[in-house]
């Protein structure tokens, strides 16, 4: 168990989560407990936006995403969506800043969310029952290695959650042996295990020869080997679980195959979450500074030098919103998938009890600035968030999303991230 001192843990934990259940019963709202979301994913796409074709139009309760525009293929799922505007990074512009702060909210060890990024944080209350705490899906995330321009996931203050590229690699660990080898898949459970034994052993050793800082890490590290170990042994799949195909066999790093990982991997993802294996989730496509060309749409220039183009360019910005158009289409594909599954622990379908939040690191792009990053939040009925809705704020703090992201999923805290910025939710959401 990782050791931590009382005040942290109080800070952590949230005094109000304390004596919610509480506070509930005596008021007698226990019986009518408000709708909250069973499951999280969290879908990036880097590089910002260009505002006026990205914004719908009309007003909060009847807008469309005008024809030509970058979101024009989430018309379909309009009634599922809550798509926000003029929501700021408080003090923070540029790329990397943007992605370290994106889902942390600024957060420190003393935060009330102990510098964790929101996923990580919902799955540390949300999922310690399941099978994999949170699972992390990765298109071409590490073509730059780790570093804080291409992770968006914290488990502690400067401690990244790599995301998984290769969707093969992805489909073992869920689903076990490739192909249907069960000797193999034994010999690789069991060797798996022996190395966790070994690397558990040595980073015990470690640990008693560090500095407090780097202990707090290694036990950060031991977290994620017990996780992974849990990952191997418990039972695969809620009964009724549809079965999953193999990803094929593809260079997931070649810039040709971008769109068949990021298909295979959200397929993954979905499967995931309707078996009951996690309920929380993520997709990173690429990273900040994305030097992905689409050449599957025509284009022929790196999508982070398109996201540069100024209006008089009128060429290379149109370039770039065919770009944004294809990742909106992702999104939208993603919703589909979910709204086809059957919520096997519930009724309704997995997008009536999943939030899913499509999360950027800047707002625009042309200026590297972290002023109005646009958001799109997804759902259902199983949500206390109201969807269907266009909002346009004034610059208030991204904070202030984050803690309802996390009110959204039944996890009560204050204030997400760094408190100096913001306290409480962002109310008009609900």
Request: glycine residues 10%; contains cysteine.
């Amino acid at each position: 168990m990782i050791r931590i001192g009382r005040r942290q843990f109080t800070a952590g934990l949230g005094s109000s989560l304390l004596a919610a259940p509480l506070l509930r019963f005596l008021s007698g709202e226990a019986q009518a407990a408000t709708p909250v979301a069973k499951r999280l994913i969290v879908f990036f796409t880097p590089n910002g936006t260009v505002h006026r074709h990205w914004r719908p139009s009309g007003t909060e309760t009847a807008f469309s995403f005008p024809a030509g525009s970058m979101l024009e293929s989430l018309n379909r799922h309009s009634s599922k969506l809550l798509v926000c505007e003029g929501i700021d990074f408080a003090e923070v512009d540029n790329h990397e800043a943007g992605m370290a702060n994106m889902l942390t909210g600024g957060g420190s060890a003393q935060s009330a969310s102990g510098g964790l990024s929101v996923d990580q944080y919902i799955a540390s209350k949300v999922g310690q029952s399941s099978r994999f705490k949170s699972l992390e899906f990765g298109v071409q995330t590490s073509l730059w290695g780790a570093a804080r321009s291409t992770r968006m996931s914290y488990s502690a203050p400067g401690v990244f959650v790599s995301p998984e590229d290769n969707p093969r690699n992805a489909f073992q660990r869920l689903f076990g042996a490739l192909g249907g080898d069960t000797t193999t898949a034994d010999k690789q459970l069991r060797r798996r295990k022996s190395m966790l034994d070994l690397v558990r052993g040595e980073m015990n050793d470690l640990s008693q020869r560090v500095g407090a800082e780097e202990k707090r890490k290694l036990e950060q590290h031991l977290e994620a080997l017990r996780q992974t170990e849990k990952g191997l042994t418990e039972p695969v799949a809620l009964p009724g679980c549809p079965s999953a195909t193999a990803p094929i066999a593809m260079d997931a790093m070649a810039n040709a195959n971008f769109p068949a990982v990021g298909r295979a991997q959200m397929d993954l993802l979905v499967s995931a979450l309707t078996c009951g294996m996690t309920r929380v989730a993520s997709l990173q496509w690429s990273h900040t500074v994305a030097p992905q060309v689409f050449t599957w749409t025509g284009v022929n220039e790196a999508h982070h030098e398109l996201s540069h183009k100024d209006d008089s360019n009128t060429y290379g910005l149109g370039e770039f919103i065919k770009c944004e158009r294809w990742f909106a289409e992702q999104f939208s594909y993603l919703l589909d998938a979910l709204a086809a599954r059957p919520d096997l622990e519930g009724s309704g379908t997995m997008l009536d009890s999943t939030l899913v939040l499509w999360a950027k690191e800047l707002g625009d792009s042309r200026l590297h600035t972290c002023r109005s990053v646009p958001f799109v939040l997804a759902g259902g009925s199983s949500s206390y968030l109201r969807f269907g809705r266009y909002l346009r704020f004034n610059g208030v703090p991204h904070q202030k999303l984050l803690t309802s992201v996390c009110h959204a999923m039944g996890v009560n805290i204050s204030t997400f991230g760094d408190a100096t910025k913001a306290s409480g939710p962002l109310t008009e959401l609900v």
